[in-house]
């Protein structure tokens, strides 16, 4: 049974940092593209970055690119979603999914998805 758990979500000041994290189980994770997203109360899904599966290559929204920073330990079977310079339009639910060829930011196209972690941003 594939599950992929997220942690490290919280509430945290504006211009604060975060780093969450996605533990993968039940699947070669190494062969395995891994998306976030985030969803806000009321609003759709959001594409926030994506990693290939060897960590090489990264895809990021324009809305979060510079700030945040997606990696992965293929040995840990762990992908990571570093946030700096959070702000409250940053609030959300974040999920990390698993795609085994890469669907980037199309999230109709991933196999895999995890349960979300809240972050919350305070002004």
């Known amino acids: 049974q594939v599950q992929l758990a997220e942690s490290g979500g919280g509430l945290v000041q504006a211009g604060g940092s975060l780093r969450l994290s996605c533990a993968a189980s039940?699947?070669?994770?190494?062969?395995?593209?891994m998306g976030w997203f985030r969803q806000a109360a009321g609003k759709e899904r959001e594409f926030v970055g994506a990693i290939i599966r060897s960590g090489s290559s990264t895809s990021y929204a324009d809305s979060v690119k510079g700030r945040f920073a997606i990696s992965r330990d293929n040995a840990k079977n762990t992908v990571y979603l570093q946030m700096n310079s959070l702000q409250p339009e940053d609030t959300a639910v974040y999920y990390c999914a698993a795609d085994s060829i890469w669907a980037g930011s199309n999230w109709s196209a991933y196999d895999y998805w995890g349960q979300g972690t809240q972050v919350t941003v305070s002004s």
């Open positions: 039940g699947l070669t994770f190494s062969r395995y593209s």
